[in-house]
Structure formats: C-alpha cells, structure tokens
C-alpha cells in the first residue's frame, strides 16, 4: 500500500477501504519492485526460493504468484502484499512495552507442555509437531511496524521459523500429487475462540514467521505463547496469536473479524 510508510494517513477506527490501493502509475512501479526478482530472492533462505521459482510457470511467473493476479480482489490484497517487502528497522527501535491487543481464543488456560501444533491434512493422518521441532528450525527475526486496523502502529521485534520454510520441511499446501497449490490457510486457537484465513501467496511471503519469541524471550501468553502468527504483509487481525491448528484448504477458511463486517484481506 501507498501509505505503508505513513501509518498516519490510515483513518484511525475505520475498516480499511479499497480506494485506498494503488494507481496504475504505483503499480506499475510496484511490479518492477516486486518482480525484480534478484532482490527478492535475496531476502528468502535459497532451498526455498529455489522450490517457490520451481513452481511450475504461467506467463514468467511462478504459479503461486500468478494465481493472485487473476482477480481483481486478489490484485487488490494478495498480489501486492506478496510482492512487497514491509520496511524492517534496526533492532534498537523496537518498542520494549509491547502492545497486547484482544484476547479471543485466550481466555482459557494452556497447558504448555502438552501443547503441539496440529496439521489438518485432506486425506491424511494430523501432524502434531512439537515446539522443539519448530525450534530445530532456521531462526528467522523481523523488526517492522506492527498495524493494527484500530489505528494504533508499533515498530515490534518478533523471532520463529519462516513459515514457507515451515510448509516445504512439512510438505504440505500442495493438493495431493500435484504442483497446485490451495487457495488459502485456515488456523484456529486450541479452543477455536479466534480463527484467521489468509491466502496462500501472502502465508508464503518471506516475511511471514511462526513466531516463538519477542524480543529474544519466549512468547508470553497474551503476546500468543507458545505460538503465533507473524504476518507483515497484515494488519493485526490476521496474526493470530496462541496457534492450536493450521490446514490448507480451497475453501475460504472462516476468520474471526471478516464476520464481524471487516474486510478478509486487510492487506496492507
Ligand atoms: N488469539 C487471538 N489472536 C489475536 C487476537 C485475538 O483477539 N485473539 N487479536 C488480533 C489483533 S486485532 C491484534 S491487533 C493482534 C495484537 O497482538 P498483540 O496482543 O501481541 O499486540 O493480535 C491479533 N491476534
Ligand atoms: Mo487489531
């Protein structure tokens, strides 16, 4: 979005509005940014730029990226939100007070130790992965402005696995057998109180992380512990905090805040 710079141009309180997106001048800038693609790549760990590229092409560009350019909707949330990186910061610049902000999905306890991330998986017996398993992983970092659609901004330093990372070492988002991708991710809290859906070019964007820890410690409970989502390329809503399952699907997985009126992309 234009105003990716300048949180202060967001109307506090309001829903995000489409005529907020982009002239055919800035998008035309923006595909140059975004499908310079020696830059981007740059930015990926290289096993999984490499995979994202092997994806079979349409038009020059690999399927998963394509596929959003297809309708106006998606040209409008998915596709720019792929494409762009959202501004990183230097790690003295993230706040030390962080926000906590809803508590859907939260309000019971958890146990921890018996937690594990359940994968749903068409066809397929669940995976339960624990977080040691997640924490075997490459480490990834992000310090950029966390939104939130209720006009509030904060500059947050967050750390887990990439999430593309994550979904080639599972094997999982492609349909049985094939190279075709689902549409969208479903993930719900253990108790199913909060639930987001997102769509599967912006799930795979470099900057999305499973994240474990907040300013180098571990997750607290109302930051999300002992998991959540990190999504840079969305507002607040969509990064769902305390992660209890997570399933690709073709069909758009239910979100807690699109059915209370708010748009289902809320891309930045
Ligand atoms: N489980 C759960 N996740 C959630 C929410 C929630 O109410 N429950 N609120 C969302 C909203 S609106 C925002 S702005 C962010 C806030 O994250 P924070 O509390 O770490 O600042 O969490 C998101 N994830
Ligand atoms: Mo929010």
């Known amino acids: 979005m234009a ?17 907020e997106l982009a002239t055919d001048q800035q998008i035309r800038r923006r595909m140059l940014k975004a499908f310079g693609w020696f830059g981007l790549a740059s930015l990926v ?11 079979p092409k349409e ?13 106006n909707e998606q040209l409008a949330n998915g596709y720019f939100s792929n494409a762009h990186l959202a501004p990183t910061f230097p790690k003295e610049m993230a706040a030390k ?6 508590k859907d999905g939260l309000r019971s306890a958890l146990d921890k130790d018996v937690w594990r991330l359940q994968v749903e998986r068409p066809g397929q017996q669940p995976l339960s992965i624990s977080l040691d398993e997640l924490k075997a992983l490459p480490k990834q970092e992000i310090i950029f402005q966390f939104k939130c659609i209720e006009g509030w901004s904060q500059i947050q330093h967050w750390g887990g696995v990439n999430f593309a990372e994550f979904v080639k070492k599972y094997q999982l988002g492609k349909k049985d057998g094939s190279e075709e991708w689902y549409s969208y991710v479903g ?5 199913g ?9 912006s799930a795979l964007h470099p900057q999305t992380i499973l994240a474990y820890e907040m300013n180098d410690e571990p997750l607290t409970d109302l930051h ?16 769902l905090k305390r992660i209890g399952s997570i399933w690709f699907s073709d069909e758009r997985p ?4 699109a059915e209370r009126g708010y748009d289902y992309h809320v891309g930045l």
């Open 3 to 19: 105003t990716v710079d300048n949180p202060d141009e967001k109307r506090p309180g309001k829903k995000p509005e489409r005529e």
């Open 45 to 55: 760990p290289y096993g999984v730029w490499k995979w994202i590229r092997s994806q």
């Open 59 to 71: 038009a020059g560009l690999p399927k998963v990226f394509r596929k959003v350019l297809n309708t």
């Open 97 to 102: 007070n962080v926000r906590v902000n809803g």
């Open 187 to 191: 993930m719900k809290t253990p108790d």
């Open 193 to 201: 109180g909060y639930y987001v859906g997102i769509d599967t070019p």
């Open 224 to 239: 999300g512990a002992p998991l959540r989502l990190i999504i840079p390329v969305k507002y607040g809503v969509k990064n």
């Open 254 to 257: 239910r979100d807690f805040w």
